[in-house]
């Protein structure tokens, strides 16, 4: 039994009977790190990471390559830490795509928001349905501003007569902005939901994300429609 087994044990017995808000953000770090590094003390190291990234969010977010510039890090623990924002984001996408349903602005943003967790880049989705308003899939447009040259028309147009869809959601965040529509986004919307409709495809709304808050230009009166309730 090495000299840190019993701290190690203490803090996994912590986490069991108290959970994880309990801990200090260099102590949830420790935790994690034991199933990279099985042996040793990485408290210094845990210590290092938050003082290098700021905090337990700005560890999570650190490129792979940042991480690697840390002392003590090596490719399995920069591994580790990258795969938990993701397995956070997998996690969200699944409880929100449990209801399957969308037929108002609240499930639209409820169900599209996950997409963005832990983006650093501007990115664009769109949600395909069918007539009963039950989502057919989620495809990625684009990677970039909703307004560049990565976002096609022709893209989204593509995705949904290949989804055979009936209705179609737009989403789009603003990663260092607020959810709010710019004139831009509005543009963009209009353009898209002609296309559509070219197609005998309804575009039911877009929603603009920022962090833990969204945004729907149906629930602005920007698009309308009868569906939702």
């Not at 490719?75 to 997998?90: F, G, M, S, V, W």
């Not at 307004?147 to 869809?165: H, Y």
């Not at 509005?186 to 709304?205: F, G, P, Q, R, Y």
């Not at 962090?211 to 009868?226: C, H, Q, R, T």
């Amino acid at each position: 039994m090495g000299i840190h087994d019993g701290h190690r044990g203490r803090e996994k017995e912590k986490f069991r009977d108290f959970g994880l808000d309990i801990l200090s953000d260099h102590e949830a770090l420790e935790l994690l790190l034991y199933f990279s590094i099985p042996r040793g003390d990485v408290n210094p190291l845990a210590h290092r990471l938050v003082d290098r990234f700021g905090s337990f969010a700005g560890v999570m977010d650190a490129r792979y390559e940042e991480l690697l510039e840390v002392e003590g890090v090596g490719e399995n623990t920069a591994t580790l830490i990258k795969y938990i924002p993701q397995a956070a984001r997998r996690y969200l996408i699944s409880k929100a795509r449990a209801e399957g349903i969308i037929n108002s602005p609240q499930r639209a943003g409820n169900y599209m928001k996950p997409l963005f967790f832990g983006e650093r880049d501007e990115v664009v989705y769109i949600a395909c349905l069918d007539a009963k308003c039950k989502v057919l899939g989620c495809k990625l447009v684009g990677r970039g501003s909703i307004n560049s040259a990565s976002v096609s028309i022709r893209k989204i147009v593509e995705i949904v007569l290949n989804m055979n869809a009936a209705y179609a959601i737009l989403a789009h965040n603003h990663p260092s902005g607020l959810a709010l529509i710019s004139q831009e986004d509005i543009n963009t919307t209009e353009k898209a939901a002609k296309a559509l409709e070219a197609v005998d495809v309804k575009l039911l709304d877009h929603i603009v994300v920022a962090e833990d808050d969204f945004v729907s230009m149906a629930d602005d009166g920007i698009l309308k429609n009868a569906l939702y309730r």
